[in-house]
């Protein structure tokens, strides 16, 4: 089993920043993926950044050049640094681990955006 817990969320104001963390634990394969969804309000949850365990980053097209995900294998945690906030950012994250046809979900964070 995977647990995963999520921290850093908040309330910021638009244009401000957040770093979300997310620690792995249990089962933990050397080949993962990690990656950050959210779910807005009234909304599908959506895929937001992803990081492979050899580095490989993929990013939503709303989120480039905004938010950067890395992770610390070591560690077996993944990171979201969120700049430029806006409010249609506003949602629960939720941290994900896939792993061996498995997907593991953290229970969210909440990032509020002020305008």
């Known amino acids: 089993q995977v647990q995963l817990v999520e921290s850093g969320g908040g309330l910021v104001q638009a244009g401000g920043s957040l770093r979300l963390s997310c620690a792995a634990s249990?089962?933990?394969?050397?080949?993962?993926?990690m990656a950050w969804y959210r779910q807005a309000p009234g909304k599908q949850r959506e895929l937001v950044a992803a990081i492979a365990s050899g580095g490989r980053t993929n990013y939503a097209d709303s989120v480039k050049g905004r938010f950067t995900i890395s992770r610390d294998n070591a560690k077996n945690t993944v990171y979201l640094q969120m700049n430029s906030l806006k409010p249609e950012d506003t949602g629960v994250y939720y941290c994900?681990?896939?792993?061996?046809?498995?997907?593991?979900w953290g229970k969210g964070t909440l990032v509020t955006v002020s305008s």
């Open positions: 249990g089962s933990i394969f050397r080949f993962n993926t």
């Open positions: 994900n681990l896939a792993q061996s046809f498995m997907n593991y």
